[in-house]
């Protein structure tokens, strides 16, 4: 994660940040691009450096040109999705900074608005003009702005005043994080912004957090019939950190969100389409229709086996129903004796299959275990709880 120099909150830190970027933008005007890290970072550098390059300068007036109605319409229109899951984040966020004189704005994956939320105070021109649905904010209409930086860097960023390219931009503060959509693609960002405003650097925590929210809420849209939510061993599920996976009814999975790409690797895919996405076999090391069971039966948390010889935490569930109980902890070998049957028959059919393996590859475990992804001790070890 990329950010600007973090001031502390004492006055004088406070203005030797802006004289740090004084001091930078005075280098940007004499036609260069300081590279010293005491100045700028290195994303700022890079994003003025286009802009310059595009032979802007920042003395010059910026339009914040907006789309014609029809277009303002489609792109409305083309971004549903995107503006369904976050309307119950937006609402959270007006609350979150209701005192503080920033808001929120959402943008598509060119930086067009596409809805803005909280304290907006639109008697301020300068806060009217960026939050009118359909402007443009991307780099390539008004600069260097946490907007153009997340889109094009694809990583949270903030920046304060005179860290923007243009002088009539620089009475922003800002924090960006871009949003991912369930096939891993980029679908937009979200801003949270302030006019004249003291720099509050920690909003970049608030963005990010409030970004996993609606890409959470945006994989939990597309049709699913069981949910899996997913996480290390050790952990307690249901917060926004866990990796959800949604699953129709012949095992293929057909959505996810970002924690669930960074847990499973083979689900980064960049196709929409259903026949790329990975069936659950070639994911998980047990059939399918075991995680459908525990949806049905309401079994708790349970560990689930990957072909790597990695282990996580599972709690599957039916679409819609996608809350975990109260307390979802893995069980430990202490409490094993009292598992619910589906969770006993989930470790029965794992262990069956790494002995059908053995038997297969007639006692040769070194084969079996190359044959299943597994190390030789796990297999020696599941054989010895079969027979314990």
């Known amino acids: 994660m990329q950010r ?29 691009v300081p590279d010293h890290p005491g100045l700028v970072e290195p994303w700022i550098a890079r994003s003025w450096k286009r802009c310059l390059s595009m032979g802007r300068r920042p003395h010059e007036a910026v339009a914040f040109d907006a789309l014609t109605p029809g277009a303002v319409r489609r792109t409305r229109d083309a971004n549903l999705a995107l503006t ?59 600069g260097t702005t946490a907007i153009g930086a997340a889109l094009t860097e694809l990583q949270p960023v903030w920046l304060h005043r005179g860290e923007h390219f243009f002088d009539d931009t620089a009475v922003y503060s800002c924090a960006g994080a871009p949003l991912f959509g369930p096939a891993g693609q980029c679908v937009g960002m979200l801003d949270l912004t302030g006019v004249d405003v003291p720099e509050r650097p920690e ?31 050790g952990t307690i599920l249901g917060a926004d950190s866990d990796g959800l996976i ?15 790409r960074d847990l499973l690797p083979h689900l980064n895919r960049r196709s929409e389409s259903a ?8 994911l998980f090391a047990l059939p399918f229709s075991m995680l459908f069971d525990a949806a049905r039966n309401g079994a708790g948390a349970s560990e689930l086996p990957l072909w790597s010889g990695l282990r996580l935490q599972v709690l599957a569930s039916p679409a819609g129903r996608s809350a975990p109980p ?9 409490t094993r004796a009292t598992s619910p049957p589906d969770q006993r028959r989930l470790r029965d059919i794992e262990t069956a299959l790494i002995r059908e393996a053995v038997d297969h590859a007639r006692g040769n475990v ?23």
Request: positive net charge.
């Open 4 to 32: 600007g120099n973090i001031a502390a909150s004492t006055p004088s830190s406070a203005l030797a940040r802006l004289d740090g970027i004084a001091q930078a933008r005075s280098v940007l005007l004499q036609g260069g």
């Open 366 to 388: 070194a084969q079996a275990a190359a044959q299943l992804g597994v190390s030789r001790a796990t297999v020696y070890r599941k054989l010895r709880m079969r027979t314990s």
């Open 84 to 142: 369904q899951a976050s309307h119950g984040v937006l609402l959270e966020l007006g609350r979150a900074l209701a005192d503080t004189r920033y808001f929120a704005i959402l943008t598509n994956a060119d930086g067009i608005v596409i809805n803005a939320s909280g304290p907006i105070d639109h008697s301020d021109r300068r806060a009217d003009l960026i939050t009118r649905i359909g402007v443009d904010l991307s780099e390539r209409s008004v």
């Open 203 to 233: 909003l970049i925590h608030l963005v990010m957090q409030s970004a996993r929210s609606i890409e959470n809420a945006m994989a939990l849209q597309r049709p699913h019939t069981i949910l899996l939510r997913v996480n290390w061993p």
């Open 246 to 260: 949604g699953m129709d009814d012949n095992g293929r999975i057909v959505t996810c969100n970002r924690a669930a």
């Open 275 to 282: 026949t790329d996405w990975p069936h659950a076999d070639e």
């Open 326 to 334: 109260r307390r979802s902890q893995t069980q430990t070998a202490s």
